[in-house]
């Protein structure tokens, strides 16, 4: 099953916070459904959330009584607020949000047409993200070499997308290829997402995976353990990729240790005309740093700081890839003609 579907009316998806112990499926009724499970990350995952929003406009309208454009585009704008409000850093959601209003925005027809429209763009934004990372595994598999073990951070597997995967979609890609790989996932703490879904898919799907602590890849890396980095991204600016909190101590040490150091993410995680200093950084509840999967394990009282997210220098990056192809952080914009 895809990530998420729609199904006349509502979209279904999986619960990503009951994950790996619990296999719970939800079925959103209304925009404000999505965005709660966008907020409370049961979605997640940057190209997850561009197609979610995209989806929680198509409920807007497919529940619409409006009779006239005007109305409809009236409770869309309602809808695409809302959605905007609920994570600010993965550009994937604004640009879905966007596209998808400004093509019911072009549409010069009844309401009935426009609806249409607006889930047919919803379900195209789902289905390319598909496509984008099938292209891209394939582009990257040719960075792969045969024996690697690479290590990835968070996830950025067919959970994270509608399927497939951006970094785990290139390591899905070369294993297709032939060639034995080993998956290091780090667990990435304060929500867990290495060790309760990256460590999930992998270990369904029979890949030789080992779980560490964050703490510990500096000392993998020391001892020769990893041949390649490959992660994920939220959104990629032109001096700086903003991925995980965590990506960057990564990109560092990987540097350090003279291990190339890949991004795998789709063009529409591209935002190659802002720069870092333009990138908000969501902060969190301090709550999931004091509590350790839901336990206090802090001194209660105790202030802790939780931004979600980091920024890497594009001198740390070795190359990234995307669904038109590998390139080097100084071409990127070479890249932008694929994208809307
Ligand atoms: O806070 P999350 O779980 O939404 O963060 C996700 C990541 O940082 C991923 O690495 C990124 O979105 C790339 S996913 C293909």
Same mark, same amino acid.
Request: hydrophobic share 40%; charged share 25%; with cysteine.
């Given at each position: 099953m895809r990530t998420i579907e729609w199904k006349t009316g509502i979209v279904k998806t999986i619960d990503q916070t009951k994950l790996p112990r619990q296999t719970v499926f939800l079925e959103l009724k209304n925009c404000n459904e999505v965005a709660e499970a966008i907020k409370n990350m049961r979605m997640r995952g940057a190209p997850l959330l561009g197609a979610a929003a995209a989806y929680g406009l198509a409920l807007t309208a497919y529940h619409s009584t409006a009779r006239d454009k005007e109305k409809l585009m009236e409770e869309l704008t309602i809808s695409a607020e809302t959605l905007k409000k609920t994570r600010p850093t993965a550009v994937n959601l604004f640009w879905a949000i966007d596209r998808v209003m400004n093509k019911a925005e072009k549409t010069n027809e009844n309401t009935e047409s426009i609806v249409k429209t607006i889930i047919e763009e919803a379900q195209k934004i789902a289905d390319e993200d598909v496509e984008m990372n099938l292209r891209m595994g394939e582009h990257g598999s040719t960075l792969i070499d045969d024996g690697d073990t690479v290590l990835t951070h968070c996830n950025a597997g067919a959970l994270a997308t509608?399927?497939?995967? =951006?970094a785990l979609g290139v390591i899905r890609a070369a294993r297709k290829n032939g060639k034995r790989i080993e998956v290091i996932a780090t667990e990435t703490r304060p929500l867990l997402q290495g060790a309760r879904l990256t460590a999930y898919e992998l270990f369904r799907d029979g890949f030789p995976i080992t779980l560490i602590t964050d703490s510990m890849a500096g000392y993998i890396m020391s001892k020769g353990l990893i041949n390649k980095v490959v992660v994920g991204a939220d959104r990629i600016v032109k001096d700086a990729v903003v991925n995980k909190i965590g990506t960057f101590t990564l990109a560092v040490l990987a540097h350090e240790h003279k291990i190339p150091f890949y991004v795998a993410a789709p063009t529409? =995680?591209?935002?190659?005309?802002?720069?870092?200093?333009d990138v908000i950084v969501e902060e969190r509840s301090m709550e999931e740093v004091v509590k350790f999967a839901g336990i206090q394990v802090a001194p209660q009282g105790v202030t802790a700081s939780n931004p979600a997210f980091d920024l890497t220098p594009m001198k740390y990056v070795t190359a990234i890839i995307c669904e038109a192809g590998v390139f080097s952080p100084t071409e990127l914009h070479k890249s932008s003609r694929f994208r809307d």
């Amino acid at each position: 099953m895809r990530t998420i579907e729609w199904k006349t009316g509502i979209v279904k998806t999986i619960d990503q916070t009951k994950l790996p112990r619990q296999t719970v499926f939800l079925e959103l009724k209304n925009c404000n459904e999505v965005a709660e499970a966008i907020k409370n990350m049961r979605m997640r995952g940057a190209p997850l959330l561009g197609a979610a929003a995209a989806y929680g406009l198509a409920l807007t309208a497919y529940h619409s009584t409006a009779r006239d454009k005007e109305k409809l585009m009236e409770e869309l704008t309602i809808s695409a607020e809302t959605l905007k409000k609920t994570r600010p850093t993965a550009v994937n959601l604004f640009w879905a949000i966007d596209r998808v209003m400004n093509k019911a925005e072009k549409t010069n027809e009844n309401t009935e047409s426009i609806v249409k429209t607006i889930i047919e763009e919803a379900q195209k934004i789902a289905d390319e993200d598909v496509e984008m990372n099938l292209r891209m595994g394939e582009h990257g598999s040719t960075l792969i070499d045969d024996g690697d073990t690479v290590l990835t951070h968070c996830n950025a597997g067919a959970l994270a997308t509608v399927d497939y995967g =951006t970094a785990l979609g290139v390591i899905r890609a070369a294993r297709k290829n032939g060639k034995r790989i080993e998956v290091i996932a780090t667990e990435t703490r304060p929500l867990l997402q290495g060790a309760r879904l990256t460590a999930y898919e992998l270990f369904r799907d029979g890949f030789p995976i080992t779980l560490i602590t964050d703490s510990m890849a500096g000392y993998i890396m020391s001892k020769g353990l990893i041949n390649k980095v490959v992660v994920g991204a939220d959104r990629i600016v032109k001096d700086a990729v903003v991925n995980k909190i965590g990506t960057f101590t990564l990109a560092v040490l990987a540097h350090e240790h003279k291990i190339p150091f890949y991004v795998a993410a789709p063009t529409s =995680t591209f935002d190659i005309n802002r720069l870092a200093k333009d990138v908000i950084v969501e902060e969190r509840s301090m709550e999931e740093v004091v509590k350790f999967a839901g336990i206090q394990v802090a001194p209660q009282g105790v202030t802790a700081s939780n931004p979600a997210f980091d920024l890497t220098p594009m001198k740390y990056v070795t190359a990234i890839i995307c669904e038109a192809g590998v390139f080097s952080p100084t071409e990127l914009h070479k890249s932008s003609r694929f994208r809307d």
